[in-house]
T-cell receptor
Framework: GESVGLHLPTLSVQEGDNSIINCAYS??????FIWYKQESGKGPQFIID?????DKRQGQRVTVLLNKTVKHLSLQIAATQPGDSAVYFC???????????FGKGTKLSVKP | NAGVMQNPRHLVRRRGQEARLRCSPM?????VYWYRQLPEEGLKFMVY????????ESGMPKERFSAEFPKEGPSILRIQQVVRGDSAAYFC???????????FGPGTRLTVL
């Protein structure tokens, strides 16, 4: 069945370093992906999205890369800050009516 | 511009009671999705509604759970005769017609004693 999952459940980085969070998907027909950030006790917050006609998209300190050949996408956070500590989810609105399919998430911890 | 609003933020119920969770979409958003999140898990789709219509309830348990999105007022997720296994965070997400991006509310954390 369709799934969207993340490679690592936790990631610990030093403040100022770059972070890379990976995600694999199984549905070749998926054409749109969204990264969300969820801080403790809060709802998921939209970070950045990418459509399948793109390989890369950049935001403020974040970059998403999409490799359709191996069905993999990654979220890169430059100069990681303590405020980046959260759980990061990739999501695919590939459900029957556009509902999001989430992986379990990667918990990013930033060490000062 | 206010974001998606949910209330209450925290709800405690005893087994057998009813829980009502409310979601007010962002301005201009007419599509509402409800998701449930268990501890240390990702979010799981429950139901998708547009004004006065349930479009897809395939993720919602057939018994005890119901949802509505009336012409006026917030969307409501209702859980009757709650059990301990219903304890979770419930999030709604909304989007504008013709777009894909869903924006989430802060969630309601339901605890069943």
């Amino acid at each position: 069945g369709e799934s969207v999952g993340l490679h690592l459940p936790t990631l610990s980085v030093q403040e100022g370093d770059n972070s890379i969070i990976n995600c694999a998907y199984s549905n070749s027909a998926s054409d749109y992906f969204i990264w969300y950030k969820q801080e403790s006790g809060k709802g998921p917050q939209f970070i950045i999205d990418i459509r399948s006609n793109m390989d890369k998209r950049q935001g403020q300190r974040v970059t998403v890369l999409l490799n359709k050949t191996v069905k993999h996408l990654s979220l890169q956070i430059a100069a990681t800050q303590p405020g980046d500590s959260a759980v990061y989810f990739c999501a695919d609105p590939g459900g029957s009516q556009g509902n999001l399919i989430f992986g379990k998430g990667t918990k990013l911890s930033v060490k000062p | 511009n206010a974001g998606v609003m949910q209330n209450p933020r925290h709800l405690v119920r005893r087994r057998g009671q009813e829980a009502r969770l409310r979601c007010s979409p962002m301005k201009g958003h007419s599509h509402v999705y409800w998701y449930r999140q268990l501890p240390e898990e990702g979010l799981k789709f429950m139901v998708y509604l547009q004004k006065e219509n349930i479009i897809d309830e395939s993720g919602m348990p057939k018994e005890r759970f119901s949802a509505e999105f009336p012409k006026e007022g917030p969307s409501i997720l209702r859980i009757q005769q709650v059990v301990r296994g219903d304890s979770a965070a419930y999030f709604c997400a909304t989007r504008r017609v013709g777009t894909d991006t869903q924006y989430f509310g802060p969630g309601t954390r339901l605890t069943v004693l």
